[in-house]
């Protein structure tokens, strides 16, 4: 059998090949180097590719995460800075109410009161319906109307409408909320104590008034419905508490001798009276059920400060009325405090995410480089390895390609 020859052709075109891709392999190295990258393409290193396009996934969701805790900051700062103005405003009409309950103030003295109040009273229906940079109510909740608080019938009216949407958007390890509950902040403010509200008689004559009230025995509280009617008998001024509910007098609460200043205290409720009721007076119990709010609140004290003062009765229920809307006024200022803590715990939340996606962002920055990236001293190394080895082999090439047999004869 012959052996193999091989051609001075094919000897030359696998050294061609050779060459060419010794060639081609400094270029993707310079390109490697050009680049920074130790995968350029998908075919330099597959699972090295796979692996850094997930981590690329993840940065880019840290970047949104990123973000969005910056919208919420930004709207948690308007937030609580409009709760800070809004706690101002409440303070400023309760020293308008407690000017108010002076006895040597007329009736023109508390109308410049009253006109007070009402222009604070639209400031914090301004601050209740504030936007945030983006145009987003503040306190509009889970969304709906970009204006969530509404006056029904015009100014004055004292009857406000929440068409928000009620609820909270919950906290997350990334994302906060960006709106408050404004129904929660401004609108659920409990009536009276709390527990049940104290009204007197719209025909009182006579100076019969008493505090807010209090619960003595929660477990003999009924929720019913009363009434105290006060009447003279045999010149001495008595009172007797019926239940309505029931339709029956209160057991040891009928025919009792009136004193100024006693305390009363029957089914669960203790109060005091005051003043020196006329026969005829009456003071009615009622269970606080339902919420008041803020703006009804002011606007009650705004129509007690412009009750005119025709009798003793007037003064009494005026009184009365604005001792009632203190109370509420500072329950639902208690609530505004609570909103603005909110916030502010939200802010300091913020930014212990945003360091954290911070991290996560340094974490996978690294995992990437890791992945893809060229060590510059190893590249450029082999970049000069493979320059080199490219430089000799198109030397020997270019001496082999001058052999011929026809040199050595002669």
């Known amino acids: ?10 000897s030359y075109d696998t050294t061609i090949a050779q060459l060419t891709k010794r060639q081609a392999d400094l270029v993707d190295q310079q390109e490697r180097i050009s680049s920074g990258k130790r995968v350029v393409r998908a075919s330099d290193d597959p699972v090295a590719a796979a ?18 805790i910056d919208a919420s900051r930004t709207s948690m700062q308007q937030a609580e800075g409009a709760l800070g103005e809004a706690g101002d405003l409440i303070q400023r009409v309760r020293d ?19 006109k007070q109040m009402e222009g604070l009273r639209e400031q914090l229906f301004s601050v209740a319906n504030r936007q945030d940079s983006a145009g987003r109510s503040l306190f509009g909740g889970l969304g709906g109307s970009s204006t969530p608080f509404v006056q029904e019938f015009g100014s004055g009216s004292g009857q406000v409408r929440f068409d928000g ?50 619960v003595s025995d929660l477990s003999a509280l009924t929720g019913h419905d009363y009434r105290i009617d006060f009447a003279d008998v045999a010149g001495v001024m008595q009172y007797s508490v019926t239940d309505l509910t029931t339709a029956t007098p209160v057991a040891g609460q009928t025919g009792v001798n009136y004193t100024a200043g006693m305390q009363v205290e029957f089914d669960g409720m203790s109060f005091q009276f005051n003043g020196a009721p006329k026969a005829g007076d009456t003071l009615g119990i009622t269970p606080a059920d339902t919420p008041t709010d803020l703006f009804k609140v002011m606007q009650d004290a ?8 025709n009798d003793t009765g007037d003064n009494a229920r005026r009184t009365q009325d604005l001792g009632r809307s203190l109370t509420e006024l500072d329950a ?52 000069q390895s493979q320059q080199v080895g490219l430089e000799a082999a198109m030397k020997s090439y270019a001496s082999i390609q001058k052999l011929s047999l026809f040199q050595y004869v002669s």
């Open 165 to 214: 949407q009620r609820g909270q958007q919950a906290a997350t390890d990334v994302r906060l909320p960006q709106s408050m509950d404004g129904n929660t902040v401004f609108m659920r403010v409990p009536q009276g104590n709390g527990t049940f509200v104290l009204d007197q008689g719209a025909a009182n004559t006579g100076s019969l008034r008493s505090d807010i009230g209090k």
């Open 96 to 114: 308008l109410m407690v000017s108010g309950g002076n006895a040597a103030y007329g009736d023109t003295q508390r109308e410049a009161l009253a």
């Open 51 to 68: 692996l850094a396009e997930s981590v690329q996934t993840r940065l880019s969701r840290i970047t949104s995460d990123q973000r969005a």
């Open 302 to 309: 705004i129509d007690a400060l412009r009750t005119p003062t």
């Open 332 to 383: 639902g200022h208690d609530r505004v405090l609570l909103a603005r803590a909110q916030a502010g715990e939200w802010l300091n939340r913020a930014d212990t995410i945003t360091d954290l996606l911070g991290n996560r962002e340094v974490d996978h920055t690294a995992e990437k480089s890791s992945l893809e990236d060229l060590d510059m001293v190893k590249g450029i190394s082999e970049f």
């Open 1 to 10: 059998m012959n052996p193999m020859r091989v051609t001075t052709a094919h």
